[in-house]
């Protein structure tokens, strides 16, 4: 099997959307991004998604891409393998509380799997201390501490649960 033309041996797996690396290659080749979706029988507007990183690739696409640009067969797929085995760790990796003992109730308003539990902790201290029931509360003051939930909600350490 002849090995066609790679991209970059710089580009490590996963570190960025195979989408991106399409429209750099377009670019870089004076290529419009329409014109080249329709070349391949799909909508502009799809395709557009997927270089801008917003939307996956699936791998009948990835297969055309490859043929018209000359690439490496598999190599579209692959990046977005690992792009999306490098999003889920992104995801795990985020420290939370123990999610079993918060309901998702009091998040009503926001997908609670999406929750920043550090970027959002002032937010999220108040409102589990707002509506909360106690075992929730000690959740929070467990994964924050003492010391934090008590800044966050204007209070001593001492008078916290």
Request: net charge positive.
């Amino acid at each position: 099997m002849e090995y066609k033309q790679s991209i970059s041996e710089d580009i490590h797996p996963g570190e960025i959307h195979p989408g991106l690396l399409v429209a750099f290659i377009l670019k870089k080749r004076g290529i419009g991004k329409s014109k080249f979706a329709i070349s391949l029988q799909e909508y502009p507007q799809t395709f557009s998604s997927i270089t801008s990183g917003k939307r996956s690739m699936n791998t009948k696409l990835a297969l055309k891409i490859e043929r018209a640009l000359n690439l490496r067969e598999g190599y579209l797929m692959t990046q977005q393998l690992y792009y999306d085995i490098e999003k889920i760790k992104e995801k795990e990796d985020k420290p939370h509380p123990d999610l079993s003992k918060i309901r998702r109730i009091l998040f009503w308003d926001t997908k609670f799997e999406k929750i920043d539990w550090i970027k959002y902790k002032d937010s999220i201290i108040k409102r589990v201390f707002e509506r909360g029931d106690d075992e929730e509360k000690n959740e929070i003051v467990r994964f924050y501490g003492k010391g934090t939930v008590a800044k966050v909600l204007n209070e001593k350490e001492e008078a916290l649960l």
